[in-house]
């Protein structure tokens, strides 16, 4: 062995013997060579080599930059994205080994939210730790700015942020104490306790409804203005049907056509046209703004519409996918004017089955715009009179025969088509949806349940019809890739937990019985009406998985569909857009798309949707806090909604507004949590609480800046 090979050896000895004398720090080369006397650069520059060999041998893991920890024996490592739960601890899903780890708070080693980490596991205990961030989430956090006498923090510590930010006097600027301001970390230093950051903006007093919604948006990444250059972009569209292009559609303007949508809406994503053929035979469109006209795929609005990857609705506002000009106007299937669509069209008989399907490039003029109200009212009353209670025109009126005709024949088919969809195994969720009355600040007023009838069914069901069969068509074409939206079987332990309070109800609901999804719907049939369907609605809905965009199909759980996509919102979801397009292609016999870009696009449309719905809770969670805010010490009946190591969760009755009683707060014993039972139980009394339990409660506290409603239980 040469000379230079014992000394490589030597060294490498000397620095393993070195780490397991310390294996839970991390050194660089300079701090090695110090603890081991090597003071000749020659000795150093081995030293270098040696760490980077055995790092590569997965001995050593680089923890940052030139800094290397040893790797104790019976650990494996992994990559993964870091999740951050309210508990304080991280969440990892490893796709090697398909499961979900959990890694407490002190093993963290300053990894933030949605950062990219190397885990170690040790193969006994199972435990974890994070090893090294090795990418930062660029995520925008926002706070109370507090401003010392030459340095501030950002008070972000909340939920899952589980420490401020430290803003260094250079950073400070011309920020103001007790503003809210987003920040962004750029580092954190070893020994710190906060990380170092820095102010983008101020977006306001805190408390402001107008703040506290911008704060929202802001912490889910959601962004709320557009570019210049996008609506420039969007500016230079021209509105003009093009004579050339007309020649190349299908053209539907003399058939009796609908649109049905909230009486707020202001873009209109789809049409109904009807057209009868013979007596029990008919001609049904289903027509979808031609979005991918406009939306040319190497523009900024495209960049813009795939970043943002869906509309936002919060209660006060909606933040589009797509600027105004083509969300409200060039798209929208606004009443009386032409428009580009993308139609299914199907040949329906009276029972409601698919005799022929048609799927194309269209031109449209909707005859009439229809809220759900409206149509609600001439399905429940049997009239053509439209009164001025609920009129768009804010007066009685009349429709036509025609009109009136249509919506029949909608409705009888859609009715039909919704009790084959259940007897295949559709599960039918009907939960009440809660909205806010605002006044012209923008507060909450008041509180209503959206009305969910059978124009809103009618619509669902045509959607769904076109979305099924768009899906099939394209199956059909074999090996050809897709967007499917899928839906995975539901999540047992949730189910059993289901099963669990339904029970204390009295309901006889059975998880191991041969058709869930029958027993599900008779759950669901068995407590409508009832004080506690919209608790059993919920559980129902969260023991199912979550629904989600990829090209490989497994099907749709909770729709009993084997091929499903989306077709129909191609204005307010990037997904459609990208389903059109494909769709398009496979009619005009156009080359592939590589799937490998697809599953990323779908992956980040589910992520982006997942964003939304999240923000979506938090403006309405917002909303009910400053609701309940002149209620503090009024007393409501409530039901238990929700159970944690940290107190219960309790739903009001009379407006569904959600709050918590710590444990903390409940006097008289100390209570535990038993995790198996989603239950707390007094240690001297014995009580017990549990999920559906009805309880009598006060308003204790409300805070909007920190989004946070607490209740007392009243004995």
């Keep these: ?31 090695i060579a110090s603890s081991l006397g090597f003071k000749k650069d020659k000795e150093r520059n081995k030293i270098i ?3 980077s060999n055995l790092s590569k041998q997965k001995i050593l893991f680089e923890e940052r930059r030139g800094k290397y920890v040893f790797k104790k024996k019976g650990e494996t490592t992994y990559t993964s994205r870091l999740s951050l739960l309210p508990s304080g601890k991280g969440k990892v899903y490893l796709t090697e ?21 190397n885990i170690s596991i040790t193969e006994k205990s199972k435990k974890v730790r994070v090893i090294k961030v090795l990418e930062r989430n660029k995520k925008e956090y926002v706070g109370e700015l507090v401003l010392k006498s030459d340095y501030g923090f950002v008070l972000t510590k909340r939920g899952a942020m589980y420490t401020d930010i430290f803003i260094e006097p250079d950073e400070i600027k011309n920020y103001k104490n007790g503003d809210k301001v987003v920040v962004i970390v750029k580092e954190w230093i070893v020994g710190r306790e906060a990380p170092n950051g820095k102010i983008i903006k101020s977006i306001g007093l805190p408390g402001e409804t107008d703040t506290e919604i911008h704060a929202i948006l802001h912490e889910y990444g959601l962004p709320y203005v557009f570019p210049k250059g996008v609506d420039d972009e969007a500016q230079q569209l021209k509105k003009e049907i093009d004579k050339k292009e007309l020649k190349r559609r299908r053209d539907f303007r003399k058939v009796t056509t609908i649109t049905i949508d909230p009486v707020n809406a202001k873009d209109f994503d789809d049409a109904l046209s009807l057209k009868i053929i013979e007596e029990d035979l008919f001609e049904i469109g289903i027509h979808i ?103 768009l025109k804010k007066e009685n009126y009349m429709i036509s025969e025609d009109l009136y005709e249509a919506i ?61 069969k768009v899906a099939s068509y ?59 369907q919209n608790l059993i609605d919920t559980l129902a809905l969260r023991s199912m998985s979550k629904a989600e965009y990829t090209t490989k199909n497994i099907g749709h759980y909770g729709l009993g569909f084997d091929n499903y996509t989306h077709f129909t919102s191609p204005i307010r979801r990037y997904s459609d857009v990208l389903v059109h397009r494909l769709l398009n292609s496979y009619l005009e016999d156009k080359q592939n798309t590589k799937q490998s870009i697809l599953e990323e696009a779908c992956k980040h449309s589910s992520i982006r ?21 002149n209620k503090i010490g009024k007393e409501f009946d409530g039901v238990i909604s929700g159970v944690t190591e940290r107190g219960i969760y309790v739903e009001i009755i009379e407006n569904k507004c959600e709050g918590m009683i710590r444990l903390k707060d409940m006097k008289g ?47």
């Excluded at 507060?443 to 769904?464: H, Q, R, T």
């Excluded at 599900?520 to 506690?532: A, D, P, R, T, V």
């Excluded at 949707?609 to 309940?628: C, G, N, P, W």
């Excluded at 198996?676 to 805070?703: C, E, P, W």
Aim: aromatic share 10%.
């Design 408 to 468: 029949i024949i909608f409705n009888n088919l859609a009715k039909k088509l919704r009790k084959e969809r259940i007897k295949e195994g559709a599960i039918s969720f009907e939960r009440k949806e809660v909205n806010f009355n605002l006044n012209n600040k923008n507060e909450p007023v008041s509180v209503f349940y959206k009305e969910y009838g059978d124009a809103n069914k009618l619509i669902e069901e045509f959607m769904l019809l076109a979305n099924k």
């Design 49 to 51: 080599g040696v760490l």
């Design 669 to 715: 014993d100390f209570y535990i949590y038993n995790i198996d039972n989603h239950s707390i139980f007094g240690r001297n009394t014995k009580q017990i609480y549990q999920l559906g339990d009805m309880l009598r409660i006060k308003v204790h506290k409300a805070n909007v800046e920190k989004r946070f409603l607490d209740f007392l239980l009243v004995e």
């Design 97 to 117: 080994i398909k499961e979900e780890l959990l890694i407490p708070n002190v093993k963290l080693n300053r990894a933030l939210d949605g950062d990219l980490i």
């Design 289 to 391: 703004a031609d979005v991918s006209h406009y939306l040319k795929e190497s523009s900024l609005m495209e960049k813009e519409a795939y970043e943002r990857g869906t509309s936002v609705y919060l209660v006060d506002r909606v933040v589009p996918m797509l600027p105004e000009k083509l969300s409200n106007e060039l798209c929208s299937l606004i009443e009386k004017e032409e428009k580009y669509t993308f139609s299914a069209v199907f040949q329906m008989n009276n029972k409601s089955e698919v005799l022929n399907e048609w799927y194309g490039k269209t031109v449209i003029k909707s005859d009439k715009r229809f809220s759900y109200e409206e149509v609600n009212h001439i399905l429940q009353k049997q009239t053509k009179t439209i009164e001025k209670e609920i009129s």
């Design 1 to 31: 062995m040469s000379k230079t090979k014992k000394e490589n050896k030597e060294i490498k000895r000397k620095v393993l013997k070195f780490y397991k004398k310390n294996p839970n720090k991390s050194f660089n080369y300079k701090q």
């Design 609 to 629: 949707e997942q964003l939304a719905t999240k923000a979506e809770r938090d403006s309405i969670k917002h909303m009910q806090i400053v609701f309940m805010q």
């Design 474 to 532: 394209v199956t059909r074409q074999k090996k050809k890739p897709f967007v499917f939206r899928v839906h995975d079987s539901p999540d047992e332990e949730k189910l059993y937990n289901l099963q669990k309070t339904t029970s204390s109800f009295g309901y006889d609901f059975n998880p191991k019985r041969k058709n869930i999804n029958r027993e599900l719907n008779k759950l669901l049939n068995q407590c409508k009406g009832k004080k506690e």
